[in-house]
């Protein structure tokens, strides 16, 4: 019986080492930026119909970039669709709409209307480093709630 047991070991040890190589080299990537580490940053600036990258820079991401930053939803007027290397589509990231200013001032609260359209926008989102983007696309939803792209924006 001891025998049967000593090679039952000895056959089941190289499957046991091959599993925890296996399992050390999987890693999870998140993405969405966290505010402790290093992320993309990325600043557009834009109209209603054009955009354009401002400023990229590596920093932490401020707590106010990450509370705006979501994934797309059905409330988002604007989108912008994040691509990877060899064209690869990421996941798209949500900005409401950056064209329309709402009051957030006490006293405003009895009028009709509780913003107003705006004629430009600066727009910062946080991308991981991991993820390496090289370019964007800006959608805008239509009258019938669909997403069409009105731009395509290359990191060079």
């Given amino acids: 019986m001891n025998i ?4 039952a070991i000895i056959f089941a040890l190289p499957l046991l080492i091959y599993s925890n ?3 050390s080299s999987k890693q999870l990537n998140k993405i969405h ?19 354009s990258i401002d400023k990229i820079s590596i920093d932490k991401p401020k707590e106010r970039t990450l509370k705006k930053i979501k994934f797309l939803t059905d409330e988002d007027v604007y989108a912008i669709k994040v691509f990877g290397k060899e064209n690869k589509f990421i996941y798209t990231l949500g900005i409401g709409n950056p064209f329309y200013a709402n009051y957030q001032h ?7 209307y509780m913003g107003g359209p705006v004629s430009s926008a600066k727009i ?14 800006i959608s805008k939803r239509d009258i019938n709630g669909k997403l069409r792209d009105i731009q395509e924006i290359s990191i060079q």
Avoid: M, W
């Fill in 124 to 137: 910062e989102v946080a991308i991981p480093l991991h993820i390496e983007p090289t370019s964007f696309v």
């Fill in 21 to 23: 190589e296996e399992q």
């Fill in 106 to 112: 006490i006293g405003f609260e009895d009028r009709e």
């Fill in 4 to 7: 049967k047991f000593l090679l």
């Fill in 33 to 51: 930026a966290n505010p402790f580490d290093d992320s993309y940053i990325i600043i557009f600036e834009g109209s209603s119909e054009s955009f």
